[in-house]
């Protein structure tokens, strides 16, 4: 069985900065695609950041400049650094992998997705 387990949200001021982090856990194989969502009341999922196996990484134009994302292959873990964070960040943050198990012999590619982080910037 497959885990992505989030950490690292919480409340911040505007300005201020959070660091999460998505570890994989469980028979995996390989991961291919690691990124971040987010959520608030009301609307759709949105991408935030996202990085491929090689380190290629798409970022949403709300957060350019301002969040990162980055990952440790050998621990299977996913970061997103939130640096000048602001009011309209304020959200769930989910993140999602495209992680590859195997069974039998076979090989079964899914996407997985963790249980969600809030975050809340105010003051």
């Known amino acids: 069985q497959v885990q992505l387990v989030e950490s690292g949200g919480g409340l911040v001021q505007p300005g201020g900065s959070l660091r999460l982090s998505c570890a994989a856990a469980?028979?995996?194989?390989?991961?291919?695609?690691m990124g971040w969502y987010r959520q608030t009341p009301g609307k759709q999922r949105e991408l935030v950041a996202s990085?491929?196996?090689?380190?290629?990484?798409v970022y949403a134009d709300s957060v350019k400049g301002r969040f990162a994302i980055s990952r440790d292959n050998g621990n299977k873990t996913a970061y997103l650094q939130m640096n000048s964070l602001k009011p309209e960040d304020t959200a769930v943050y989910y993140c999602?992998?495209?992680?590859?198990?195997?069974?039998?012999?076979?090989?079964?590619?899914?996407?997985?997705w963790g249980q969600g982080t809030q975050v809340t910037v105010s003051s």
């Open positions: 469980g028979s995996i194989v390989s991961i291919s695609y």
């Open positions: 999602n992998a495209r992680i590859v198990t195997s069974y039998s012999g076979r090989f079964y590619p899914r996407d997985y």
């Open positions: 990085i491929a196996s090689a380190g290629s990484t």
